[in-house]
Nanobody, 122 residues
Framework: QVQLVESGGGLVQAGGSLRLSCAAS????????MGWYRQVLGKQRELVAA???????NYADSVKGRFTISRDNVKNTVYLQMNNLKPDDTAVYYC????????????????WGQGTQVTVSS
């Protein structure tokens, strides 16, 4: 089995910072793209940022210049450093990874974390 475990969410005032972490573990052969999504109740889940195995990042326009995604390929962990947070950033943040597990060696499968709440007060 493969598991993604997130940490780092919480309550912060506008202008503050938080750092999210997501560690993948289990029967992992390789990991391709890792990323962060967020969802507000009643709205669709949206991409926040993603990073390839080679370290190339991609960001939603709304977070460019404020959020930084990075990963540690040895630890199978992806991070999201969030600075200058705004109330509009309030959401449940989900980690997603494209993983090739031992039990499916020919295909990358999508795995999701359980989600972590980020609340930004004004």
């Amino acid at each position: 089995q493969v598991q993604l475990v997130e940490s780092g969410g919480g309550l912060v005032q506008a202008g503050g910072s938080l750092r999210l972490s997501c560690a993948a573990s289990g029967s992992i052969l390789s990991i391709n793209v890792m990323g962060w999504y967020r969802q507000v109740l009643g709205k669709q889940r949206e991409l926040v940022a993603a990073v390839t195995s080679g370290g190339n990042p991609n960001y939603a326009d709304s977070v460019k210049g404020r959020f930084t995604i990075s990963r540690d390929n040895v630890k199978n962990t992806v991070y999201l450093q969030m600075n200058n947070l705004k109330p509009d950033d309030t959401a449940v943040y989900y980690c997603k990874a494209d993983i090739r597990p031992y039990y499916s060696p020919n295909y990358y499968l999508d795995y999701w974390g359980q989600g972590t709440q980020v609340t930004v007060s004004s």
